[in-house]
């Protein structure tokens, strides 16, 4: 995944922040999610995997009638990388 992306200076792509959300919803959950919508994303710092070999997620969901709310953060230490706001849905 690396090697294309940035070579030299690899980069967690974007994308990959939102799969680990959604699986970690997913996994929470049971069941299989879509994302219905992304209120607020803020990609606050570069997750370089040589110098931040793991990171760290909050994740506080809140489950209405067909919605999960879902507030999320990947951090390590003191640097905060990705913020997400949204609501998932079960997928069918």
């Known amino acids: ?9 690899p980069i967690l792509p974007g994308v990959v922040m939102l799969s680990i959300v959604k699986q970690a919803v997913k996994r929470s959950l049971g069941f299989d999610v879509q994302l219905a919508s992304a ?27 067909e919605d999960i709310k879902v507030n999320a953060t990947l951090f390590f230490e003191d640097t905060i990388f990705f913020k997400m706001k949204g609501s998932y849905i079960q997928r069918k």
Not at 39 to 63: C, D, G, H, M, R
């Open 39 to 65: 209120s607020n994303l803020k990609y606050l710092a570069f997750i370089n995997p040589i110098a931040t070999p793991s990171i760290f997620l909050n994740l506080e969901l809140e489950q209405l009638e």
């Open 1 to 9: 995944m690396f090697k294309g992306h940035f070579p030299g200076n």
